[in-house]
């Protein structure tokens, strides 16, 4: 009698795992199909670099660049990010001749590239680090 009763809570527990490592299976999948990289394809864009679930504030994975993007808490901006150690209307980047150069408009905090506090407008190269307030990014450009 006992044997029986062991085996079958021995299965039982094999079943229970089997579930649980198909779960994380499911949730990993889910998180990377979540991913939009379509629109990421031939464009420049800015990669969140902090993970997502140590901020306090919803902040997406992947920002794609137009010809003049501003940056900051206000909702009249193209990215907004409610940090509040960001300004309401905290930087702009523009693209001029196939190259995007980022400029601080005056914020508070400031805006640091590679960091490195930026006073003036700044050429973006593949691969800076532009972090303002608790956020920083990686600049991926696609020429």
């Given at each position: 009698?006992?044997?029986?009763?062991?085996?079958?809570?021995?299965?039982?527990?094999?079943?229970?795992?089997?579930?649980?490592?198909?779960?994380?299976?499911?949730?990993?999948?889910?998180?990377?199909?979540?991913?939009?990289?379509k629109?990421?394809?031939?464009?420049?864009?800015?990669?969140?670099?902090?993970?997502?679930?140590?901020?306090?504030?919803?902040?997406?994975?992947?920002?794609?660049?137009?010809?003049?993007?501003?940056?900051?808490?206000?909702?009249?901006?193209?990215?907004?990010?409610?940090?509040?150690?960001?300004?309401?209307?905290?930087?702009?980047?523009?693209?001029?001749?196939?190259?995007?150069?980022?400029?601080?408009?005056?914020?508070?905090?400031?805006?640091?590239?590679n960091?490195?506090?930026?006073?003036d407008?700044?050429?973006?190269?593949?691969?800076?680090?532009?972090?303002?307030?608790?956020?920083?990014?990686?600049?991926?450009?696609?020429?």
């Amino acid at each position: 009698m006992f044997n029986i009763v062991s085996l079958i809570f021995k299965y039982i527990f094999i079943i229970i795992i089997y579930l649980f490592i198909l779960s994380i299976i499911r949730l990993i999948y889910l998180d990377i199909k979540g991913i939009d990289t379509k629109a990421l394809n031939n464009a420049s864009y800015l990669k969140l670099v902090n993970r997502k679930d140590t901020l306090p504030f919803k902040v997406k994975e992947y920002y794609p660049l137009d010809k003049e993007v501003y940056l900051g808490r206000g909702k009249d901006n193209q990215i907004v990010i409610r940090d509040p150690y960001i300004s309401k209307r905290h930087l702009k980047i523009v693209e001029d001749e196939g190259n995007y150069y980022l400029e601080d408009l005056g914020s508070a905090n400031g805006t640091y590239i590679n960091e490195e506090r930026i006073l003036d407008v700044v050429k973006l190269k593949n691969g800076d680090r532009i972090r303002v307030g608790q956020i920083e990014f990686l600049y991926v450009g696609r020429e």
